[in-house]
């Protein structure tokens, strides 16, 4: 499907999407993927405004923070499109809070969210897969609880048609080549080319026929 200038494009999860956002201005993308699939959508574009793009990420948001604000930053808004990245947090806070996150209540609630929007909306619903590249033996650790949880935010989007964009297998990849300080040198938060290779798996599997490097 390509995407039109009439489009809506809203982006909501943690700190991956949030990335640094000014908050005080609805008109921050961040630093990260979100600026990334942005500034290749405008240099694309025709002589029209091209679509408009939405970053409602919140650092440290589990996906049940997400549900609380789910009207307001995502029904409120109209979005044609909903890409959703949560789970890390859901993981990181059993280890170092030990606040849980069960899986099967985080997979109904992401499922739910999905649910809604696809029933009040009409929505194209996008998720992307939340990764980990360790850094230390305890991150490691944490596939325990990560590795199933993925599995949930997988199941959830079959279950509710959305298109999913796998940061787990591209950030795995891309780490078989380089070193993990390159893409996120804490094992969760990306660097600049961290974002860029989430930016163009979202247009790979969002628009494939669009080049994400116009002009290069």
């Known amino acids: 499907m390509h995407i039109t200038e009439q489009d809506t494009l809203l982006f909501i999860g943690d700190s991956i999407t949030d990335a640094g956002r000014d908050r005080s201005d609805s008109a921050s993308l961040g630093n990260g993927y979100v600026r990334e699939i942005a500034q290749t959508l405008r240099a694309r574009r ?11 990420g919140l650092n ?3 996906v049940y923070d997400l549900a609380s604000r789910w009207t307001a930053d995502v029904i409120d808004h109209r979005p044609t499109t909903v890409t959703v990245k949560i789970g890390v947090n859901d993981t990181w806070r059993r280890y170092d809070q030990g606040l849980l996150s069960p899986v099967d209540e985080f ?4 499922g739910s969210l999905l649910a809604d929007t696809a029933r009040l909306l009409s929505a194209r619903l996008v998720v992307i897969t939340p990764f980990l590249l360790p850094v230390s033996s305890e991150q490691r650790e ?10 949930a935010v997988l199941r959830a989007a ?8 796998r940061a787990d297998l ?9 070193e993990t300080a390159e893409l996120a040198p804490d094992g969760v938060h990306p660097t600049p080319l961290g974002h860029r290779l989430i930016a163009d798996a ?8 669009a080049d994400p490097h116009p002009g290069a």
């Open 60 to 62: 440290g948001n589990r």
């Open 158 to 165: 079959l279950a509710h048609e959305a298109q999913v964009v």
């Open 170 to 178: 591209e950030m795995s990849r891309a780490a078989e080549e380089r």
């Open 107 to 110: 997979e109904a609630c992401l």
């Open 142 to 151: 944490w596939f325990e609880d990560l590795s199933p949880r993925t599995d």
């Open 46 to 56: 025709g002589p029209g405004p091209g679509p408009t793009v939405i970053n409602k």
């Open 202 to 209: 979202w247009f790979a599997e969002v628009d494939p026929a």
